[in-house]
């Protein structure tokens, strides 16, 4: 006979130790994803003011950068009595290809890096294969 201590033990308690013990896997997990959207919610705040004041004083130098190049634009035209009309049409459509390059460049820069948490994934792909390691060993 097997006097062994893991013999003694009925089917319910090991459930029991394994329900804890993927319940408590459950939650480590869970706490390293809270702890990495803390970290990246932190730097975002401490970050936003000087975003903030950055983008307002982008957005004058903007406003007033579109102007005088307008201004010198529609000297260019300065006979014509549409002068204004043409400065603001051709600054208006180099902004535009500018913008939409721009946004080109952003999106795929989101793309490639991606919005996920990689740390958590990449520590739940490793969890799985253990697992999987783990159930085919006992099978």
């Known amino acids: 006979m097997?006097?062994?201590k893991h013999s003694e033990r009925?089917?319910?308690?090991?459930?029991?130790?394994i329900r804890s013990?993927?319940?408590?896997?459950?939650?480590t997990r869970l706490q390293m994803f809270q702890s990495e959207m803390r970290e990246i919610s932190n730097t975002l705040k401490r970050a936003a003011p000087s975003m903030m004041a950055g983008i307002v004083?982008?957005?004058t130098s903007y406003i007033l950068l579109t102007l005088a190049i307008v201004a010198l634009v529609a000297v260019a035209f300065w006979n014509n009595p549409y002068h204004?009309?043409?400065?603001f049409l051709i600054v208006g459509v180099l902004w535009s290809m500018g913008g939409g390059l721009a946004?080109?460049?952003?999106?795929?820069?989101?793309?490639?890096?991606?919005?996920?948490?990689?740390?958590?994934?990449?520590?739940?792909?490793?969890?799985?294969?253990w697992l999987q390691y783990e159930v085919r060993s006992r099978s």
Do not use: Q, Y
Request: no cysteine; glycine share 4%.
């Open 2 to 4: 097997n006097n062994d």
């Open 10 to 17: 009925s089917v319910g308690e090991v459930l029991a130790e």
């Open 21 to 27: 013990e993927v319940i408590e896997f459950a939650n």
């Open 57 to 59: 004083l982008l957005v």
């Open 84 to 87: 204004w009309f043409f400065a």
């Open 103 to 129: 946004m080109f460049l952003a999106i795929r820069a989101i793309k490639l890096h991606g919005l996920a948490p990689r740390k958590t994934i990449e520590v739940l792909k490793a969890d799985k294969v």
